[in-house]
């Protein structure tokens, strides 16, 4: 799951590095000044880094979400688990009684038997 999470995280800042650098070039072949060039850049960069900590933002609780999600289903398991495992403990406790018992009315068969 780690490797997926790199994957994507390396995705969404190739996505957004080329964003920035595409807007930047096609700003720098623009005709128009210098000034409003720059201008215009910043004004791009300032929305691209928006966009980027929206899309950080939105990974995050994704990521949080999957995890609440993981933990939620891993406290289930374990109290599955627990409730097999006392139900299996009652089970042995029963078999050991119930072979006690078959034990104790072969004891009292076998001494009829021998006198």
């Known amino acids: 799951m780690s490797a997926l999470n790199d994957k994507v995280k390396a995705g969404a800042v190739m996505?957004?590095?080329g964003g920035i650098i595409g807007a930047g070039l096609a700003?720098?072949?623009a005709p128009q000044s210098g000034k409003r060039t720059r201008r215009d850049i910043a004004r791009i960069s300032r929305k691209v880094k928006e966009q980027?900590?929206?899309?950080?933002?939105?990974?995050?609780d994704t990521v949080h979400e999957m995890v609440d999600s993981v933990s939620d289903k891993a406290a289930d398991l374990l109290d599955k688990g627990k409730r097999m495992a006392y139900s299996a403990k009652k089970d042995v406790l029963k078999a050991i009684e119930?072979?006690?018992a078959r034990l104790e009315k072969e004891k009292l068969r076998?001494?009829?038997l021998l006198g």
């Open 98 to 100: 119930e072979g006690q």
């Open 52 to 60: 980027a900590d929206d899309a950080v933002e939105d990974f995050s």
């Open 15 to 17: 996505l957004i590095a």
């Open 27 to 29: 700003l720098l072949y």
């Open 110 to 112: 076998l001494a009829k």
